[in-house]
């Protein structure tokens, strides 16, 4: 177990240096093989009015002049053991793991990235809880009213789920709720900001449903075929031939078996939402990983979008890790291979 | 048998006088008159029909039986035949509606066919267990052994869930398993496929049930580990003194351990003897089909063994008259009788039951000249 758990980890750490180096290579490498010159790179971190000397001077600045992988070499050392930047008025030094100094506002990225991830776990988790719950009720639900009205329906809405874009219900529900109906915030409301448990269930509310609308739909199906194929399974027939009340049967016997492959997708939902709930962070102006990687992107920030990447490329691979842990806690038939 | 001739004898008489009637009242197929006083489980006239999209598939249409504590009951036929939906019908296990079940099925008196679904659960594990197939599949995978025993037993008995274990472990050691007390906490996975049936037996067992039914217990067992599990099936059941109801297509599982044999066909039985009779006289093609199929190790034989002709019939479109007639060799001499008339299911012999249009004399002449040589 320990050995396993050790094997893991540093496939887990050989994993982030390929991700690192894929991030790196997209966003250094791929323009210069597009043509851009360093200074062409340089350019956008100036005054517009800069001239050919002051772009060149930071080309040399920023690394741009320097080979790619003294580059990458810069980058992971940066990562391991801190570096010291040049901002220009002085020398800051970023400890490590350092994800790198932003070109633009010349932040370093980690603490950035931490200021934000409240925000971003606030609003995952709230609404893994509703799909959670959601989804696998409608799922039962539907699975064991198999055919009637009420499934179909059911499944009806969770196809709507999983078709509509978080753009299109958020600001559906935005007009609304918050606009037309005044219930909530109009979008903006930093759960930080909160000033009681009910505040802030006031704040994230239409965030948190409808981000849980997508993925309760989708588990709402999982759970729904999940159920229909263990409800036939032999071990039913047995616990109903034991006496077993028919709730304990779906419960204990339908429900523990369909549930197993479905909570090994939340965990990786759950680490991927962790890593920046893009869609819906920037529907709803929430201030968290999601917002802070698109207007990096827009902004052409590269060592905030590698920063990004990499951050949640950390929470992907755990929460991978932990699922597969857990998967040999729930499913006895892997703990003993 | 011996000690119980008596009682049969009497039973027997009884049936065969009102068999004789019901021979033109239930269309043929009842053949038993009202069970035996000694009858725990009694089946009569049973119908189990699905209605699908395709038609109504008529998978037990019109079965009689009865089976006493402390006797066997084997039942023998093909796939499809209608026996393990018999078995699940007297369990209640069918889906509530997507079956019509009629007919009559009292256990110790109990009429279990549109009983409360709360009736026959209180039932179920405690006064009736079921052994499936496959022990692997029937067992959930995510429990430990003792778990499952633990809660058939805690289901029927308000004790705490160490007086139960405890209870676990000695079933375990009862159906022979080695270090139960160390077992009892592996999953079903760690078992082997002989220990799962026995595991699978000792969960059964755990309520003392007075009915056991074993729906081919041995089918996905290594022969040298069927011997035990029927063997332990036996010495539990004499120990328990419970009446056993067992599903098989193999006639030598069912010589081994029944008192008595049906044969189904179609869904109704074609033969009901006890099980001397059944080896010595048997009185119906199929059954002279099943013996000339099976492999006997006790003597050379000089031929291959002869495999029924043809597949069991569509349970939606049930052939003419005799549904065995397409697939038999005999069909020919009834003239004509077997394509259009269903055969009664009556008393041939003394508590012999058998439907077929043939003559006695014909059978015998068949059976004597033409069959019994070559097996």
């Known amino acids: 177990m320990l050995t396993y758990l050790v094997r893991r980890l540093l496939a887990a750490i050989v994993l982030l240096f390929i991700v690192s180096a894929v991030v790196f290579v997209i966003f250094f490498l791929v323009p210069r093989i597009g043509g851009a010159t360093a200074d062409d790179l340089a350019s956008r971190y100036v005054g517009k009015s800069a001239g050919q000397a002051q772009i060149h001077a930071q080309a040399v600045r920023l690394g741009f002049t320097d080979p790619i992988w003294v580059q990458y070499g810069r980058f992971v050392k940066g990562v391991l053991t801190g570096a010291d930047y040049d901002t220009g008025a002085g020398i800051d030094h970023c400890p490590a793991p350092c994800l790198g100094y932003s070109f633009i506002t010349q932040n370093p990225v980690l603490p950035d990235l931490l200021d934000r991830l409240p925000v971003t776990a606030i609003l995952a988790a709230g609404a893994a809880f509703l799909w959670l719950v959601g989804g696998v009720a409608t799922g039962v639900i539907s699975a064991l009213w198999r055919g009637s009205f009420l499934d179909r329906g059911l499944m009806g809405v969770a196809l709507a789920g999983v078709s509509l874009p978080i753009f299109f219900t958020g600001l559906l529900s935005l007009t609304i709720f918050s606009y037309g109906l005044k219930w909530t915030y109009a979008g903006g409301a930093s759960p930080m900001d909160a000033t009681s448990p009910l505040d802030l269930v006031h704040r994230m509310l239409l965030p948190w449903i409808t981000l849980a609308f997508l993925y309760a739909a989708a588990y709402a199906r999982l759970t729904r075929a999940g159920m229909l194929e263990t409800m036939n399974e032999d071990y039913i027939r047995t616990a109903r031939a034991k006496g077993l009340k028919e709730r304990d049967v779906i419960v204990k016997h339908g429900l523990r078996s369909a549930l197993t492959p479905i909570l090994t997708i939340f965990g990786l939902d759950l680490g991927l939402l962790l890593g920046g709930a893009v869609l819906t962070e920037t529907t709803f102006s929430l201030q968290g990983i999601g917002f802070y990687a698109v207007q990096a992107i827009n902004n052409n920030d590269l060592p905030k979008v590698l920063g990004v990447t990499l951050f949640g490329a950390v929470f992907v691979i755990f929460a991978s890790l932990i699922v597969d842990l857990l998967y040999a806690v729930l499913d006895p038939r892997v703990r003993v291979s | ?375």
């Open chain 2, 1 to 375: 048998m011996s000690q119980s001739t008596e009682e049969t004898t009497t039973a027997t008489s009884r049936r065969g006088a009102k068999g004789a009637e019901s021979v033109n009242t239930l269309d043929g197929i009842g053949g038993l008159g009202a069970p035996p006083p000694d009858a725990f489980l009694s089946v009569r006239d049973l119908r189990v029909h699905f209605p699908t999209d395709d038609g109504v598939v008529k998978s037990v249409d019109g079965l009689s039986f009865d089976v006493a504590r402390g006797k066997t009951l084997g039942i023998v036929g093909e796939s499809g035949s209608g026996k393990s939906v018999t078995s699940m019908s007297v369990m209640g296990l069918h889906k509530p509606g997507t079956v019509n079940m009629t007919g009559s099925i009292r256990l110790d008196g109990t009429e279990l066919v549109g009983a409360s679904e709360d009736t026959v659960r209180e039932l179920r594990g405690k006064r009736m267990a079921m052994i499936f197939q496959d022990p692997l599949s029937a067992m959930h995978p995510f429990y430990t052994v003792g778990h499952q025993i633990i809660e058939a037993y805690r289901i029927h008995n308000k004790v705490s869930t160490g007086v139960a274990k405890k209870h676990a472990i000695d079933m375990l050691g009862r159906v022979g398993i080695p270090e139960p007390s160390s077992r009892v906490d592996d999953y079903p996975h760690q078992f082997s496929g002989g220990m799962r049936q026995r595991a699978m037996i000792a969960m059964a067992l755990s309520c003392d049930p007075e009915l056991l039914i074993a729906d081919e217990p041995t089918t996905a067992l290594d022969v040298t580990v069927q011997a035990q599990i029927l063997d332990l099936i036996r010495d539990l059941q004499s120990e328990f003194n419970s009446a056993v109801v067992l599903i098989t297509h193999d006639l030598g599982v069912v010589a081994e351990l029944s008192d008595d044999i049906m044969v189904m066909y179609a869904g109704r039985a074609v033969e009901y003897a006890a099980t001397d009779d059944v080896f010595t006289t048997p009185q119906h093609p199929y059954t002279w089909g099943l013996l000339g199929s099976m492999p006997r190790l006790d003597r050379v034989r000089t031929e291959r063994l002869r495999p029924i002709k043809g597949a069991p019939p569509s349970l939606i479109n049930v052939p003419s008259g005799c549904p065995f007639h397409p697939r038999c060799a005999y069909a020919d001499r009834t003239g004509g009788l077997s394509q259009s008339e269903r055969p009664p299911f009556a008393e041939v012999l003394p508590r012999h039951y058998a439907a077929c249009h043939l003559t006695p004399a014909e059978r015998t002449e068949i059976w004597e000249n033409e069959i019994r040589p070559t097996l």
